[in-house]
């Protein structure tokens, strides 16, 4: 079988392949192109993150037999289509899950000591105001005692959990689809602890979170819009690294501008890859291009998992 590799894999997960005698080809063919390409080289296997597009009439141009994600949604690809015209459909939904859980800690460190807005302000002014850019930041926040409101209590959803509990954090959570969930934290020692989680309505979460982080796959609506937020504590966070568009951006720089926000993160954006220059420009804002499952940790174990699921359906 010959692979596509158009947006890029670990070298552990393309050795692999290579190793079990398949022909892995790694080049960024642009979409105008990748039809054209996969049939003059009869490609079988095409692996992509977020940038390539999958969709039907890239289906119906080619003869793939394995489509491949490598990361947790499937909103570039035509998922049904492609099923219904015998492609298989794979994707790495547990692989980046603890590296996405740390970033949102990450984020929520960044905004609550101030790290978002210091090291913008360093680099130009820390040599000659010194003092005073330390007076401007010395009001700063723990985390410990907090509350994290998690909306998608998944397997993300979950590992923020896990984080949040290790900080000292009081967790609740929403999920549309669960009433409750429990949670392993294990520690370095083999010791591990369990805790149950019963979960809230969405209202609850917005009205007694101090952070307030989303999980969730791609919505034709926002989940936080001006009415949500209008919900929250005075002073709360939110913090994006699910999907552009499940957060209303207009509305979220509004509430910073105003006060009742004290921060938010955004890992996404509804116009990825050209986020709004009021977005970049704005202070209150921790902000990160799509990074949160990148980690080699994390890029190590998607190619491993989408290699072996690929000589699994070979075999099959």
Known sequence: MKI???????????????NEGFEVIELRVPQDQLADYINQNQIDVL?????TKVRKDLIDATALKIVGRGGVGLDNIDVDYAKSKGIRVINTPAS???????????????????????????PMDGDTKFKELKKEYATAYELRGKTMGVIGFGRIGREVAKNAIGLGMNVIGFDAFLKEADVELDFFDGRNLSFHFDMKSIDEVLKNSDIITLHVPAQDH???????????????????????????EKALLKALDSGKLLGAALDVF????????????????????????STVEAQDRIGLELAHQIMALSRA
Request: aromatic content about 2%.
């Open 96 to 122: 980046s899950s603890a590296s996405v859980g740390e970033m949102v800690i990450a984020h929520s460190l960044a905004i609550y000591r101030n790290l978002h807005q210091s090291n913008r302000k360093m």
């Open 270 to 293: 509804e116009e990825e890859p050209t986020p709004g220059m009021q977005l970049l420009m704005n202070d209150k804002l921790s902000l990160s291009p799509h990074l949160a499952g």
């Open 47 to 51: 692996l992509v993150r977020s940038a």
């Open 4 to 18: 596509l590799v158009n947006d890029g894999m670990s070298a552990a997960g393309v050795e692999l392949l290579k």
């Open 222 to 248: 926002y989940i936080i819009g001006e009415k949500e937020i209008e919900t929250m504590k005075q002073g709360a966070v939110v913090i994006n690294t699910a999907r552009g568009g499940v957060v209303d």
